[in-house]
């Protein structure tokens, strides 16, 4: 299946039938808010549907099991970008029941890789580099400690202002059910 094409032919009549006007808003988002989730796709409609939010409304960052691996990386520089630049006043790290994430096994996805033509000179040379792919690549047990870590990384980072609210929530990728893991009212005051 070749889905540029397809996406490129849609993309054309979508853009002279106007059908992006109705998607308008600003970069800023309306209700102050940053949302750092995982990249399942049973998320993708329902996540801001089972949170009554529409576009514009909030900054959404995507990644595998909504963790931070690194107070330093990517992704936490999205959210110091969404309060400082944006002024995003709250931050939610909404993981999700049945994530692959704590299915990963790293030692699986590297055979895979290796079928798939990655040399294990690539491999040595990570790891004379000083990185450990097993633990790159692993996940985690309980999505509930992984949600808790990645509040605190964010709560405790020495960049994020202390007003800031930073909430931990699992949405059930089923339903939509929300349950709070931590409340960041009541840890920020």
Request: charged letters at 25%; a negative charge; hydrophobic letters at 40%.
């Amino acid at each position: 299946m070749e889905n540029l094409y397809h996406i490129l032919e849609y993309n054309r009549s979508f853009v002279e039938e106007k059908a992006f006007e109705r998607f308008q808003t600003s970069k800023f988002p309306d209700k102050k808010m940053v949302i750092l989730s995982c990249m399942d796709t049973r998320l993708v409609e329902l996540l801001p549907n089972a949170l009554n939010l529409k576009n514009g409304d909030f900054k959404l960052i995507k990644n595998a099991g909504a963790i931070i691996s690194h107070p330093f990386g990517s992704v936490m520089k999205s959210i110091l970008i969404a309060i400082y630049e944006l002024y995003a006043e709250e931050v939610f790290v909404i993981g999700h029941y049945d994530c692959g994430m704590n299915q990963v096994n790293s030692k699986k996805m590297i055979a895979h890789m290796k079928e798939r033509g990655i040399s294990n000179e690539v491999f040595s040379t990570l790891e004379n580099s000083g990185i450990s792919l097993e633990n790159w690549l692993s996940g985690f047990k309980h999505v509930d400690d992984s949600v808790r870590n990645s509040v605190h990384l964010i709560k405790n980072h020495p960049l994020v202002p202390k007003d800031i609210a930073v909430h931990g929530l699992l949405i059930d990728p089923n339903t939509g059910k929300l349950d709070v893991i931590i409340n960041g009212y009541k840890e920020r005051d």
